[in-house]
């Protein structure tokens, strides 16, 4: 029986994991951190109780899974999160400049 082997590696990095199985196919291979998701998920009934929206912002070095956190809360906490925004890799912006940036976005 002859087959066909696609993915040989497992990307690393989010963005790797995109560009090998395509943005629609990411929700299907990418794993549930429940730990992490579970910490958002508090955050967000917190602010949704208090009537309140908040930007949550994700510190850590590079390669440590910010983007794909941010990814997968779209993906497992759908219910709570219709979109994420996070700017292109290696992309700096002054505090000050972050409401008009995302107005743009």
């Known amino acids: 029986m002859a087959g066909k082997i696609g993915v ?7 963005e790797g994991l995109v560009d090998t199985v395509g943005q629609k196919a990411v929700g299907q291979v990418l ?8 910490s958002v998920r508090e955050s967000l009934v917190e602010v949704a109780s208090a009537n309140q ?3 949550l912002f994700l510190l850590g070095g590079t ?3 910010k983007t794909t956190l941010a990814a997968s809360c ?3 906490l759908a219910t709570y999160v219709s979109k994420v925004v996070t700017p292109p890799p290696d992309y700096e912006l002054p505090l000050g400049s972050l409401p008009a940036w995302l107005h743009k976005t």
Do not use: A, C, H, Q
Not at 8 to 13: I, Y
């Open 31 to 38: 794993l549930e951190s429940r730990e992490d998701l579970n």
């Open 74 to 76: 779209e993906i497992y």
């Open 63 to 65: 390669g440590t899974g």
């Open 53 to 55: 929206g908040k930007l």
């Open 8 to 14: 040989v590696t497992v990307p690393t990095r989010y």
